[in-house]
């Protein structure tokens, strides 16, 4: 009976991993710090694999696929109306290794692919507070990182210790997490069956520093991003020195919409 019990067991495990999971959340962001009432949303996924998850913003699949299908016709006329509205604020991808439990964050400054391993750990304190979110039982957990304080609600009816963007190490799936100023909440709208989980084509080289090192290389572009253009069109970033061709009317506005985007994103997710 032990045998057919632990059968069963792993029958089950196989058919759970056979496809991937994807699990669609609602993010909810208020990305300008002096103007509250500008609440924006977006669509993001977490797909869950037998041994990994890539979380991302489904803006970024959407852009990635028109991108990849203009490579592969040739054709680069495109509507710039429709590019301009799969930009996102998750600008990043977050990949983790459930065996080593390692968590890569990759995101783009510019041209630039940078890649650094999370080094902070995630200290949850479960509490006893329980709710019913959708179809789930779940029960409230508390952690402080990067800055914020946050809340998520759990269940243990999915068989994933995993979450939305850096979260994960509760006993369960990750069904609702927010912050404690309401700035972000990723909020779970869907599970499905998918046959493998996302791929994304990482055009150039990436650069592997470690967090400080692309937090640093973030704050001086936030702060100037004229001269990190300037430094682009010249042959400067990872691209093997190519130089950008711009012209002066073309890197104006260039500039013009990295600073006008900077100044109404000014309420990150980590703030330290």
């Not at 509205?85 to 459930?98: H, P, V």
């Not at 001269?227 to 104006?252: F, V, Y």
């Amino acid at each position: 009976m032990k045998k057919f019990t632990l059968l069963f067991v792993g029958l089950c495990t196989q058919i759970i991993f056979a496809q991937a999971n994807r699990f669609v959340y609602q993010v909810t962001m208020k990305p300008d710090s002096t103007n509250r009432a500008n609440i924006t949303t977006e669509v993001a996924h977490l797909d869950v694999a037998a041994g990994n998850s890539i979380f991302y913003a489904e803006n970024r699949l959407k852009r990635d696929s028109l991108i990849n299908r203009m490579r592969q016709t040739g054709n680069f006329n495109f509507d710039r109306n429709q590019m301009q509205a799969l930009r996102s604020n998750l600008d990043f991808i977050i990949e983790k290794d459930f065996k080593t439990g390692k968590k890569l964050f990759k995101a783009r400054i510019l041209r630039d692919q940078y890649a650094y391993e999370e080094d902070r750990p995630m200290d949850w304190k479960i509490l006893s507070e329980t709710a019913k979110i959708g179809d789930y039982k779940t029960q409230k957990a508390e952690t402080n990182f990067a800055g914020r304080t946050w809340y998520a609600w759990f269940t243990t009816e999915v068989p994933f210790q995993d979450g939305p963007y850096k979260f994960s190490g509760l006993p369960g799936l990750i069904v609702k997490v927010e912050d404690a100023k309401g700035d972000y909440s990723f909020d779970l709208k869907e599970a499905k069956k998918i046959n493998e989980i996302a791929t994304f084509d990482q055009r150039g080289s990436t650069i592997t520093v470690k967090r400080a090192a692309f937090e640093k290389q973030q704050d001086q572009f936030r702060k100037d991003p004229s001269a990190a253009i300037t430094a682009m069109s010249a042959g400067g970033g990872n691209r093997g020195g190519m130089r950008i061709e711009m012209d002066p009317n073309q890197r104006k506005q260039m500039e013009e919409r990295q600073k006008e985007e900077l100044k109404k994103n000014n309420n990150p997710i980590e703030l330290k």
